[in-house]
């Protein structure tokens, strides 16, 4: 409860920063208050503190919602040029906020009605955000198209929701996991649960329900991408494993060959676009997409617990992601707007930073040892190994040699070519956000206990 | 500890490199690979007098999912640190007044690179030995796109993408044989165990699986199609490092991980194994005598050589290990003589064509006639280093298989062919317009070929020396698998 509070007193904060004069320093208030909310997490470990049984704050949601925030303080920093040059500053940094406030209720929901609410309050500011930057026909396009889809798969919720309520007669996610186990599902229980998970695959951006991403992550402002590819995921994510695992999990017999249809679909759709993909923007979309397909697999095998894995895949995804994100906006708006591959080429001659890092978290993100997106990777195959699902290991396996592929269309530009354009130079705080996000990948690449055992 | 000091020395000197090293990148890396080389010496030692504490490092490390941070040096490892630390000084000689751009990051690379591939050497856990295995082929990938010739962008690619689409195999038998064990562990004692208990059909597919990553790195025939062009296009320390050091680490990887792990495989189709190693040598020797450029001549010659310590290995007895150790120092030490000699003349002439060259002999007699010994080396004549590795291999390789022996001898006469051909038509003949500006070597070019030309012999005259370290370690190894 305290962590919500703290986060919408930030939103409500940055409404009136413009009135009391605080705009140049909130960035630092907002970094605090997100601090704030980490140790609020930490203090309220194992506490389980259930909120009038409409959240519940167990480790599950204190995890996530600390990664959630560490994600959002690297990208806040990261961010900070889209803020400065800005007219609706103060708009910009609420609709975020309580972009986030819904995201917090997403994570600790223990009834159906603050799902569905937490899923509205994280998109509705998104869908603003999305086409914030007005002039922008792209930007419009991206907006409008996230907007209807997204209402569509509200709709699929809705209904979802309705028809369980139906079969079991409770919003509350307890009651319904009791009134599923005690015999098998009926039809209305089944598509119910279908038409979520429709609605929550729309979210995470899994394919077939994928299309609506590259369009959006390709018009959306650079920064309001990476949000949503971080962020946004890792919340969708967590809400998707709470509903199937706890509400849901009396079904799995059900439900276990369509997650695992989907995870080899999206996979092999994702990577295989990405593949042939020349703006490096759109590229990255379709790789979002791609590790969304791997955490599906996590999802998949939730019957031996591996929250702890997706916790893991989340967070090493997330920062290498605002990392890739941050020095595309960089090397873009310093290349008259250029998205192409081509504008990456001799990058190393122009900055190292920015080509070192940009490597490095593309390294992390293809999966290549002992990066942590290897062990991320390793993690969830071995978990698909051990559960009887051998093929689908090996379709993620070759999905991430289709992945090397890509990724390394980007790094052979960087590295292997010459330039003749005018080197790019960094601000210190872009400089520390791309050292603090490579760090964090190292850190993790040889610690990743400390995450995992966190959970399960 | 010093088993953790050799990974550690390399790392600590790529971060200082990196970091600080714009203005003396010479002066760091030289000492650092000395400083390496010292601590290697101070390891041997150790390994000799049998002071298990200083070289076993056993940490947990991932524990609950059964990796562990496990180190550990015998005399097999030891060699093979005695090699990567051995010659990592005196490519970093050779480079000196070469002119690379960012120096400090070349070097800095070769350090990584060197770490990771002594932590292959010394890992005692299949996931540490895979994770090294794998940390390797970074830091080359980026040497040969930073600093390689024409055509390097799609070059490196296949090279990199061949590479890990064979480890991802080994990656998935490891993964395999480690469900296999009783509680769940990576440590080579418990993969030893449980791959032994395979049934013999299973047992040949993880020796498969493991083998078609082990043959993409040697490279073997039909899995070498990456590496001529690689060696061709990478910069000359990178190409030392890559055939000198890390093919080695796939030889290794043969002996460590697949003999002890799965014998009966090896008993029973071993032998298809030892039949690719064979065509890869008769191959790739004739490709040599065909090759108009030196550069690619060498790479094909190293896949012979490779070759031959492949099917040594598999061949499995006493001589052939003893052989295939003996052979991988030498073929290390060889390799980076001739990428050496290639190196001076093409800065020379412009060009490694050998038809364009000729009468360098007339010009520098000492550069022939070092030239000349490290040719024989490479063509096995006694009292060079050499000839004890083949002539040790081939006994031991007649012991398990007289056919495969007989055609693997020929690789000798073949290697005396297009070795003596293209030092004919490179250093003897007439002068002609384009070598008439040959240049006298360099004392720096002069001293670095002086020590690898002492070495050659002075491990032909002597190679007790080598012998004596691994004798122990292969008898165990053997011993093992009985």
Known sequence: MKELLLISGLGVLSLLSGLLNLRKGFLLIVILGLLGNIGLSIADWNLNEDVYGMMLMDNFALAFNIVMSVSAILWFISASSYFNNDNNFSDHFSLVLFSMCGGLVLLSYSNMSMLFLGIEILSIPLFVLVGS???????????????????????????????????????????????????????????????????????????????????????????????????????????????????????????????????????????????????????????????????MIALLCMANNTSGILLYYVLVYSISSIAAFSIFEIVRTQSNGKEDIDAFKGLIRRNRWLAGVFAFSMLSMSGIPPMAGFMAKYLVFTAAIDNGYMWLALIGIVGSLIAVYYYFKVIIAMFGHESDEAPISITASQKFILVLCALGLIALSIFPNLVINQLG | ??????????????????????????????????????????????????????????????????????????????????????????????????????????????????????????????????????????????????WGGNNRQKVTFKFFIYTLFGSLFMLVALIYVYLQTPDRSFDIQALYAAGRQLPVVEQAWV?????????????????????????????????????????????????????????????????????????????????????????????????????????????????????????????????????????????????????????????????????????????????????????????????????????????????????????????????????????????????????????IIGLGVYPKIVLGITESSVQTLLQGIQ
Not at chain 1, 181 to 186: H, R, V
Not at chain 2, 236 to 252: D, E, F, H, N, R
Not at chain 2, 294 to 303: G, N, P, Q, R
């Open chain 1, 133 to 295: 930057d007005k002039t922008k026909l792209s930007s419009n396009e991206a907006a409008f198209k996230y907007f209807l889809l997204g209402a569509f798969a509200t709709a699929f919720l809705l209904f979802g929701i309705a028809l369980i309520y139906g079969a079991t007669g409770s919003f509350q996610n307890a009651t319904i996991a009791a009134k599923l186990s005690e015999g098998p599902a009926n039809a209305m229980a089944f598509t119910g649960m279908l038409l979520m998970l429709v609605a929550m695959a729309f979210k995470v951006s899994a394919a077939p329900f994928h299309f609506w991403a590259p369009d959006v992550y390709q018009g959306a402002p650079s920064y309001i991408t990476a949000f949503m590819a971080t962020v946004v995921k890792t919340v969708a994510f967590a809400a998707f494993y709470r509903l199937f695992s706890s509400t849901f999990g009396s079904m799995q017999a059900e439900y276990r060959i369509i997650f695992a249809a989907i995870a080899a679909l999206t996979l092999l759709i994702a990577n295989f676009t990405a593949a042939v993909q020349t703006n490096v923007k759109r590229l990255l979309a379709y790789s979002s997409i791609s590790h969304a397909g791997f955490m």
């Open chain 2, 1 to 146: 500890m010093l088993t953790l000091l050799l990974i550690l020395i390399p790392l600590f000197s790529s971060i200082m490199l990196f970091a600080f090293g714009r203005n003396h990148a010479k002066a760091i890396a030289f000492t650092a690979s000395v400083a390496e080389l010292a601590v290697a010496f101070a390891t041997l030692n150790a390994v000799q007098t049998g002071q298990a504490a200083l070289l076993n490092i056993d940490m947990p490390w991932l524990a609950d999912i059964g990796i562990r941070f496990h180190i550990n040096t015998d005399g097999i490892s030891m060699l093979m640190v005695l090699l990567s630390t051995l010659l990592m000084p005196l490519i970093m000689y050779a480079s000196f007044n070469r002119n690379y751009n960012n120096l400090h990051t070349l070097y800095g690379l070769m350090f990584l690179m060197q770490g990771s591939i002594i932590g292959s050497f010394v890992a005692m856990d299949g996931f540490l030995f895979y994770l090294f295995w794998e940390i390797a082929l970074i830091p080359i990938y980026f040497i040969i796109l930073m």
């Open chain 2, 207 to 455: 020796m498969a699986a493991f083998f078609l990553a082990f043959a993409i790195k040697m490279p073997i025939f039909p899995f070498h199609t990456w590496q001529p062009d690689t060696y061709y296009v990478a910069p000359t320390p990178g190409v030392m490092m890559l055939s000198g050091i890390m093919s080695k680490m796939a030889t290794y990887g043969l002996i460590r991980w697949v003999l002890p792990m799965v014998p009966q495989g090896i008993e029973e189709y071993g032998y298809i194994l030892i039949v690719l190693s064979v065509i890869s040598i008769l191959y790739a020797s004739f490709i040599s005598i065909v090759q108009k450029d030196f550069k690619y001549l060498i790479a094909y010659s190293s896949i012979a050589h490779m070759g031959l310590i492949s099917a040594g290995i598999i061949a499995c007895n006493a001589q052939s290990l003893q052989g295939s150790l003996m052979e991988m120092l030498s073929h290390g030490i060889n390799t980076v003589g001739l990428f050496f000699v290639f190196d001076i003349i093409f800065l020379r002439m412009g060009t490694s064509e050998m038809k364009q060259l000729g009468g360098i002999r007339g010009l520098d007699s000492s550069f022939a006639f070092l030239f000349f010994i490290i040719v024989l080396s490479v063509v096995a004549l006694p009292f060079t280093n050499g000839f004890v590795g083949e002539f040790l291999l081939i006994i031991g390789l007649f012991q398990a298989n007289a056919i495969a022996a007989s055609f693997a001898g020929l690789s000798i006469i073949l290697g005396v062919v297009y070795m003596f051909r293209s030092y004919q038509t490179m250093m003897l003949g007439e002068t002609n317009q384009l070598t008439a500006g040959f240049t006298k070597l360099t004392m720096q070019e002069k001293i670095t070929l002086i020590i690898i030309v002492t070495l």
